[in-house]
Nanobody
Framework: QVQLVESGGGLVQSGGSLRLSCAAS????????MAWSRQAPGKQRELVAK???????NYADSVKGRFTISRDNAKNTVYLQMNSLTPEDTAIYYC???????????????WGQGTQVTVSS
């Protein structure tokens, strides 16, 4: 059974940084495309960054230049380095994985429980 466990969220001041981690188990991690999505109160879920199994990355315009997604296949872990955070980045951040690239960020993939990120002004 696929399990994704996020960590690293918390409270940070505007302009600060956080690094999220997502540990995966029950899957052949290197074969999965991985992503981070977020959902703020009253807003739709937003796919913010994805990384293919080959290491190609893609970012939402809202985070481009500030967030960096990476993966360590030896540790079965995907990371999201978040810099220059603003209050608009406040949300629950979810790790997501799928073996089919088009399923990344959709309900067809596997999801973690999320980690709260709160950015104060």
């Amino acid at each position: 059974q696929v399990q994704l466990v996020e960590s690293g969220g918390g409270l940070v001041q505007s302009g600060g940084s956080l690094r999220l981690s997502c540990a995966a188990s029950g899957m052949r991690f290197r074969d999965y495309h991985m992503a981070w999505s977020r959902q703020a109160p009253g807003k739709q879920r937003e796919l913010v960054a994805k990384i293919t199994r080959g290491g190609t990355t893609n970012y939402a315009d809202s985070v481009k230049g500030r967030f960096t997604i990476s993966r360590d296949n030896a540790k079965n872990t995907v990371y999201l380095q978040m810099n220059s955070l603003t209050p608009e980045d406040t949300a629950i951040y979810y790790c997501n994985g799928a073996s089919i690239l088009s399923s990344v960020g959709t309900d067809y993939g596997s999801w973690g429980q999320g980690t709260q990120v709160t950015v104060s002004s």
